[in-house]
């Protein structure tokens, strides 16, 4: 996407709506922030690399983004703030930083894998990313983990050299903001009751999650948890991973020893790994699965398995 003399304010000045600023100015946009209140810290880090950087502090009204034809909204800004609702009836164009990542890494030939889910997702994301390691991929592990998208890609586009695969760690407010992500391996860990102080009910919350299933990729399902199977959509290849032992990737229990299986096989003694608890297990069996689902070779990732901590 062309930034050049788009105009861009940037909604929250956290770490990701930073790396946006920086982003957005290094592609020729004129960038302002508006932030309700921004702090010190984070004020002085934008001067230091965007001198002179306009900020717009205060609740947020239609005057706050007057002039703008671009928003690009922090996660913890929700999209149905009554400003932000009127700018997008107005026809202002409203994306969060993965958007941006999706559209700026669209045919480059990098690989995406996304994760989420209510419990698990930064331990699955640390695991696929160590795992695509030490399978020897160039990895990037950013997103709702570690580095901001957006100063990753930046840094790789300054350096011209792309990762062979991202592995995105993917929150529900990041995905509500989300249209064109394209992963080729995605995942919902699990659903349960969580932030619905911003969501109507446990289902809306469910529906956000969703949204990390654009495209044909491969879907890796939680066969254990009902809200997650629903999710399973007519002509998309799906891996199907569970505790109970039915599953393509599952847990079985040979008196009282646990194994991880891969369509049917047993592959891996669970004494092997320095995770422990069969909550690790399952998420071991959705890491594979993910990894698999990029081409990986099993017996690197089973390798991988036994080293990570």
Not at 68 to 89: E, H, K, Q, T, Y
Not at 104 to 109: L, N, P, S, V, Y
Not at 129 to 145: F, P, R, S, W
Not at 225 to 251: E, H, I, N, Q, T
Request: charged letters at 20%; aromatic letters at 6%; proline letters at 3%.
């Amino acid at each position: 996407m062309d930034y050049a003399n788009r105009q861009a304010t940037v909604v929250g000045l956290g770490g990701s709506g930073l790396a946006a600023a920086r982003y957005l100015a290094a592609h020729g946009a004129r960038v302002r922030v508006a932030d309700a209140k921004p702090s010190a810290e984070r004020l002085a880090e934008l001067e230091r690399h965007l001198p002179g950087t306009e900020v717009i502090s205060g609740v947020f009204d239609e005057r706050t983004f007057a002039g703008a034809d671009l928003l690009v909204v922090s996660p913890g800004v929700p999209l149905a703030n009554p400003a932000i609702a009127a700018f997008r009836r107005n026809g202002g164009e409203v994306v969060g930083d993965i958007e941006m990542l999706a559209r700026a890494i669209q045919g480059d030939g990098s690989k995406v894998i996304a994760i989420t889910g209510s419990n698990g997702k930064t331990t699955v994301t640390s695991l696929v990313g160590h795992l695509c390691q030490a399978a020897g991929l160039d990895t990037i592990v950013a997103g709702n983990i570690g580095l901001a998208v957006l100063e990753a890609l930046l840094e790789r586009e300054q350096s011209g050299k792309r990762p062979d695969v991202w592995v995105l760690e993917l929150s529900s407010f990041q995905l509500e903001s989300t249209y064109s992500l394209q992963a080729d391996a995605a995942t919902v860990l699990n659903i349960s009751e969580d932030h619905l102080d911003r969501y109507h009910d446990l289902l809306d919350y469910a529906h956000a999650k969703t949204q990390v299933f654009h495209g044909q990729g491969l879907q890796v399902l939680n066969r254990d948890d009902a809200l997650v199977r629903a999710m399973a959509r007519p002509g998309r290849p799906v891996k199907w991973f569970s505790r109970a032992g039915d599953a393509d990737y599952a847990l079985l229990n040979e008196g009282g020893r646990h194994w991880l299986s891969v369509a049917g096989e047993k592959v891996f003694d669970c004494a092997d790994m320095q995770l422990q608890g069969l909550h690790n297990a399952a998420n071991a069996l959705a890491a594979l699965a993910l990894c698999q689902g990029i081409g990986l070779p099993l017996d690197k990732l089973l390798d991988g398995l036994k080293t990570f901590r």
